[in-house]
């Protein structure tokens, strides 16, 4: 590591620990040194397939029952089959076990995720506002109710809220969907009360996540970006650690133990 690298750590460190209510928020590369490809970027999802349908929650709302028939024929897209199987075989890198010491050490309050691959709750984090669901679970677009993934097996297309008789879906938000109020709701209260962000893993580009650390910023906090490439983000960061996140944040960790020794 050099030397910037070293007193850019220090500085992050700093930050963590003299901050009041410190969030992460984070994007796909955290999990893309566990196999799973980003979205954006070389060797990403749609930068090799193009991006997906723009409507697809529409389209699951015209025919939720040819939606659930889908599901069961995965192998109809073998190029989504090949990120489904990279999802499936994934296990938490050294970047998700260090955003796990965070939070057990009480540094970190929430962590808001656009990850849908449950890797963070596999690393042993609890305080998770996953705001674009998780691929692991079912939910009912009208009461937010949700299941385990295989909760309604064997029952009839579509599949209805046990509950309030809403149409149940992949947890994971699909083009057009709404972000579900109540992680909505969460995502907001918890952005109000911090002073710090971290920012791993994220090109900054899809909203609300992306405005989330600009009102840190906007109401006198700081936030640290963690990304081996600039993003829209980069200029507003108060610190930037360029590099993996596998490799920054258990270094971060690290400093933070030392700080508080
Ligand atoms: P992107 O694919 O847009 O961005 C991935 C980011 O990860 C880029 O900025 C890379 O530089 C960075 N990156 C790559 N390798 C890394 C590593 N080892 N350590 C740290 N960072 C690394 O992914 P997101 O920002 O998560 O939404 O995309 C946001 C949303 O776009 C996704 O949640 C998805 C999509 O619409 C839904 O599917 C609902």
Redesign the pocket.
């Given at each position: 590591m050099n030397d910037d690298t070293e007193r850019a750590l220090d500085e992050a460190a700093r930050l963590l620990v003299e901050s009041r209510h410190v969030l992460a928020l984070v994007?796909?590369?955290?999990s893309?040194?566990s196999g799973v490809p980003?979205?954006?970027?070389p060797g990403?999802l749609w930068t090799k397939l193009g991006e997906p349908s723009m409507n697809g929650y529409q389209e699951f709302l015209g025919d939720p029952a040819r939606w659930w028939r889908e599901q069961q024929d995965q192998q109809a897209d073998p190029d989504r089959t090949e990120f489904r199987e990279a999802i499936e075989r994934a296990e938490p890198n050294p970047?998700h076990y260090a955003l796990a010491d965070l939070e057990r050490m009480g540094i970190l309050k929430m962590t808001i995720t656009?990850?849908v691959d449950d890797l963070h709750a596999r690393a042993g984090q609890e305080l998770l506002a996953e705001i674009?669901g998780n691929r692991t679970r079912l939910r009912c677009i009208t009461c937010e109710s949700r299941w385990p993934r295989d909760h309604f097996h064997g029952q009839d297309y579509p599949i209805h809220c046990p509950e309030c008789r809403g149409l149940v879906k992949s947890d994971t938000?699909m083009f057009g969907e709404p972000i579900p109020r109540g992680v909505l709701d969460l995502c907001f209260s918890q952005t109000e009360m911090c002073d710090c962000m971290i920012v791993?893993?994220?090109?900054?580009?899809?909203y609300p996540a992306a405005s989330f650390p600009q009102t840190v910023r906007e109401r006198g906090g700081a936030f640290i970006e963690?990304?081996?490439?600039p993003?829209p983000l980069s200029p507003l960061a108060n610190v930037v650690l360029r590099g993996?996140?596998?490799q920054m944040l258990p270094a971060l960790v690290e400093r933070v133990k030392a700080l508080r020794r």
């Open positions: 994007g796909a590369g955290l893309a040194e980003t979205f954006r970027g990403g970047g656009q990850n674009h938000v791993c893993g994220t090109s900054a580009t899809v963690a990304n081996p490439n993003t993996q996140n596998g």
